[in-house]
């Protein structure tokens, strides 16, 4: 029986969505301006990497073709003849944030407005700043405002160890994160307040309370360590996860896919602190996949790491490691087998700010001889109702399959 693999690139955006003006990010091109940076020079770091951008894997895949789709333009370096099917997904949910953008992979569009903190100082409102300083048995909150989740701990980070008080920040996503060092504070303790967190922000379409542990001292500097973990809302809808749970498919969930989904539906959660140990752990997990499964699989660090740090070397260099991987991923497929290689949104590195970027994604499609060919563009919920299909499953409210569309190699 078919099996089928779903990875989100977490952020590998491909161009400006339609609707990208109202969100302030008309012109954002994650992997174009990448690769335009590499290019001249600017993807370079001494130990690292260096020169244009180098994707062979992924272009034979499509990427550079679904940019083209995008926008109209191949970026630099990614010229090439697609060996298989791919199309561009763009997003319909309300906001450009991880949950809206996973879910409506999974068939269930967001058309609800999620509640977003004002840019202010201080940026949450005072009842809850006082109702969770009060019920978590808090000291004080520090920050309380929008912030970089890295220049956040290093601005309070000793003020947190010192005083006990608890980081708390936010961002343009729907989303209130909560830092602790894991000695002085305790990650058993950070937990706890995220879930009272959670409780509080519950009427207000929240979309993420998330624990940001992290280690270190003033003199030594502090790090942000694995043990993060998302304390999501319930999809509003019905997944595939769920139909497929129902149907007593075997599904493995990689990385944070188990938080985005607030834990319904995702079967055996197994994550990894990296991409590199991550697509490890998923390697084995393909082999543990019995017939008629589902893998879906988050690969965070190009957001969380490079992406919101602005880090055009780093973005640079883990998209080619991640490319490097790729012939053990398909070493791994069945001829019956669906690959699917998606984003959520976009995260240009480039861009203003630090937030994500509303864009367009790929949709790269690996599926025994299937035939190089655009699908053109497709709403999000199709990779969903796909992935029903493939394996005979319903597919749902929304979306519809594109395999009727994809043929065989002549």
């Known amino acids: 029986m078919a099996r089928a693999f779903l990875f ?4 590998v955006g491909i161009g400006g969505a339609p609707d990208a003006a109202d969100y302030g990010d008309a012109g954002s091109n994650t992997v174009g301006h990448i690769a335009q940076a590499c290019a001249a020079g600017k993807g370079d770091r001494d130990g690292l990497r260096h020169g244009p951008l180098t994707l062979p894997n992924l272009v034979a895949m499509g990427l550079g073709a679904a940019c083209t789709d995008a926008t109209g333009q191949i970026p630099n370096g990614l010229e090439g003849t697609p060996r298989n099917p791919w199309a561009v997904g763009v997003e319909t949910s309300n ?3 991880t949950p809206s953008g996973h879910w409506e992979i999974a068939g269930v569009p967001v058309t609800f407005d999620w509640t977003v903190f004002p840019d202010e100082n201080p940026s949450l409102p005072a009842w809850l700043i006082r109702d969770l300083t009060k019920q978590a048995g808090l000291s004080g909150l520090l920050g309380c405002r929008h912030y970089s989740g890295t220049a956040v701990i290093d601005d309070f980070g000793a003020e947190h160890m010192r005083t006990g008080a608890l980081i708390c920040y936010t961002s343009a996503d729907s989303v209130l994160q909560l ?52 304390y999501a809302m319930p999809p509003p809808g019905v997944t595939v996860l769920d139909r497929l749970t129902d149907a007593g498919r075997h599904i493995i969930t990689m990385g944070k896919i188990g938080d985005i989904f607030a834990h319904r539906g ?25 017939n008629g499964g589902f893998l879906f699989a988050n690969f ?29 991923v398909f070493a791994k497929l069945r001829r019956d087998d669906l690959l699917i290689l998606t984003a959520d949104h976009g995260n240009d590195p480039t861009w203003r700010g630090s937030d994500h970027t509303r864009e367009q994604v ?49």
Request: a negative charge.
């Open 179 to 230: 830092a602790a060092h894991e000695e002085s504070f305790g990650l058993e303790r950070l937990y706890a307040v995220c879930e009272i967190a959670r409780k509080l922000v519950d009427p207000m379409s929240l979309g993420r309370v998330i624990a940001r542990p992290f280690v270190g001292d003033a003199s030594s500097g502090f790090t942000r360590t694995g043990n993060r973990r998302d």
């Open 300 to 328: 965070v660090d190009f957001d969380s790491e490079f992406g919101h740090r602005r880090d055009v070397p780093g973005y640079a260099n883990a998209l080619e490691e991640f490319d490097a991987r790729m012939p053990q």
């Open 266 to 290: 995702v079967g055996d959660v197994r994550k990894a602190f990296g991409n590199m140990p991550l697509m490890d752990k998923t390697l084995t997990a393909m082999d543990d996949l019995a």
């Open 8 to 11: 989100v690139l977490d952020s």
């Open 95 to 97: 906001g450009k944030d």
């Open 362 to 410: 790929p949709v790269l499609i690996r599926l025994g001889d299937a035939a190089p060919a655009s699908l053109g563009k497709r709403v999000m919920s199709d990779m969903g109702a796909t992935v029903a299909a493939h394996l005979g499953v319903a597919r749902g409210e929304v979306g519809n399959s594109f395999l009727d569309m994809i043929g065989s190699k002549t």
